[in-house]
């Protein structure tokens, strides 16, 4: 069982940064890729950016791309989103999720646990 816990989330203006964290509990942190999901209301979990387990690859969304930075310290038991340039198109509740496969993946459904969530919202 792993227990995932967000924080970071808040209002911030167009054009302006946030840094989500995510502690994990459990010694396995390091052998697994981490994610960040995101969900505005009315609509369906989007992929945002995952990391490998030795943080050596990384992959995003278009949308997010340049502007969104994902980054994992192991010795912490913690992974990262820097969220710069924010829009107010990045409002929603954002998840970390914990990978089941061994590989980049961008589905849902290859992440088996995820946290309850921090809200950001970025006004215009």
């Known amino acids: 069982q792993v227990q995932l816990v967000e924080s970071g989330g808040g209002l911030v203006q167009a054009g302006g940064s946030l840094r989500l964290s995510c502690a994990a509990s459990?010694?396995?942190?390091?052998?697994?890729?981490m994610a960040w999901f995101r969900q505005a209301p009315g609509k369906e979990r989007e992929f945002v950016a995952t990391i490998s387990a030795s943080a050596a690859s990384t992959y995003y969304a278009d949308s997010v791309k340049g502007r969104f930075t994902i980054s994992r310290d192991n010795a912490k038991n913690t992974v990262y989103l820097q969220m710069n340039s924010l829009k107010p198109d990045d409002t929603a509740v954002y998840y970390c999720?914990?990978?089941?496969?061994?590989?980049?993946?961008?589905?849902?459904?290859?992440?088996?646990?995820w946290g309850q969530g921090t809200q950001v919202t970025g006004s215009s």
């Open positions: 459990g010694r396995t942190f390091s052998t697994y890729f």
């Open positions: 999720d914990k990978g089941r496969r061994p590989y980049i993946t961008t589905l849902h459904v290859d992440y088996n646990y």
